[in-house]
């Protein structure tokens, strides 16, 4: 028998975007820039509601062509969304995709390493990944230690001055984790 | 800029020629080899239309050069910089030598340099990225020679003949560019 609740976690739970509903709410977390560098790698902004429901469109014809799976992100107690979680670049015959997550609401930025370890099982056990990988600005710490204290990341490698924020350019670093390194430091996630 | 600044001494980037160049991709689109090098997707087999399609569509977007021998005018092969971040200055460059007599030569290596060369000189890019399979070294002393250094490595990212191989991600800034010209001149 398998029983794993694959979407629920003790705080979380995982569902698909409600368009009408989360564009107003993420459209006001992209004032924080560190959060908008998540809807346009190449362009952090502020967004409007209109862009992030064309944003959402995006995301579904992504979907529809398996090149990408996406979260939101909801606490269970009364549905609220609280942030996302995805995989782009998936390149199936490879095993391999890129993670981006992120908690938009600040208040409950405390469930990140259980978010986290949802993504890390839904990837490994349900879409039969080998390889994730995860880009972060050096400014990030938080990210950097999220990955690397929770989920065993290791730093692959460092992308000089890459990124810029706060006035000043930075650099990306770059970390991945293979599944055997997940399976023998995995973390159950009980609903 | 003029045609010049993109000309070296075995080759010039030249504008993609839908009529003259399209076949000759085809031609290397037959090769395994070349597709496994250039690309971490299955190597596929593609309809002229669709190659022409994929070209015009993203044509305005990226930078796209053949490169030309200079000695014969002959197309060997093209290169391209995408994926442009104009806020921190950043493309990913991409380049492969399709003909495989003008392969371990020097030419791939020449038509780097003058795409770097471009990036920065007309683009005013502050660095250039780039990837490239553990199974291609050839490729990698190249990428060393225009002066990239390697950055990063995604271990065993690929899954090729039954085994796993790792993506090194590469890159140049403009100062390592400008460091390489000083030594050069």
Request: hydrophobic share 40%; with cysteine.
């Amino acid at each position: 028998m398998i029983e794993t609740s694959l979407f629920e976690s003790e705080h979380l739970r995982l569902s698909s975007v409600d368009v009408d509903k989360d564009a107003p709410i993420e459209s006001l977390w992209t004032y924080d820039l560190n959060y908008a560098r998540h809807i346009d790698r190449s362009l952090a902004r502020p967004r409007t509601m209109f862009e992030m429901k064309r944003y959402y469109q995006t995301l579904q014809k992504g979907q529809e062509k398996n090149e990408l799976v996406h979260f939101a992100v909801r606490r269970r107690a009364d549905d609220r969304l609280v942030g996302f979680w995805r995989l782009d670049g998936i390149e199936w015959a490879n095993g391999v995709a890129h993670l981006q997550m992120a908690i938009g609401d600040a208040q409950q930025r405390c469930y990140e390493a259980e978010l986290l370890m949802l993504a890390l099982r839904y990837a490994f056990d349900e879409l039969n990944l080998y390889r994730l990988q995860a880009w972060v600005p050096e400014h990030d710490r938080t990210a950097q230690t999220l990955y690397v204290e929770q989920g065993g990341f290791t730093l692959e490698g460092r992308r000089r001055l890459a990124d810029f924020y706060a006035g000043r350019l930075w650099d990306v670093l770059m970390y991945g984790l293979l599944r055997p390194e997940w399976q023998a430091s995995r973390v159950e996630v009980t609903a | 800029m003029n045609a010049e600044r993109l000309q070296g001494a075995l080759v010039r980037l030249a504008l993609f020629d839908f009529e003259k160049d399209l076949p000759e991709w085809a031609r290397w689109g037959r090769d395994s080899e070349y597709l496994r090098l250039s690309d971490s997707g299955p190597a596929r087999q593609w309809p002229l239309e669709d190659m022409k399609k994929y070209i015009e569509e993203n044509l305005e977007t990226m930078h796209l050069f053949s490169i030309r021998t200079l000695a014969e005018d002959r197309l060997i092969g093209s290169v391209d910089l995408s994926g442009f971040n104009w806020v921190t200055g950043n493309a990913w460059v991409g380049i492969g030598i399709g003909d495989r007599d003008f392969w371990g030569r020097g030419y791939g290596g020449e038509a780097m340099r003058l795409m770097v060369r471009y990036g920065f000189e007309a683009l005013n890019l502050r660095r250039i990225s780039l990837s490239v399979f553990e199974y291609n070294p050839r490729a990698i002393r190249s990428y060393e020679k225009a002066g990239f250094v390697i950055e990063g490595r995604a271990r065993q990212y690929l899954q090729r003949e039954g085994r796993r191989w790792d993506v090194i991600y590469m890159g140049i800034l403009r100062e390592d560019w400008q460091d390489l010209e000083k030594e050069g001149s």
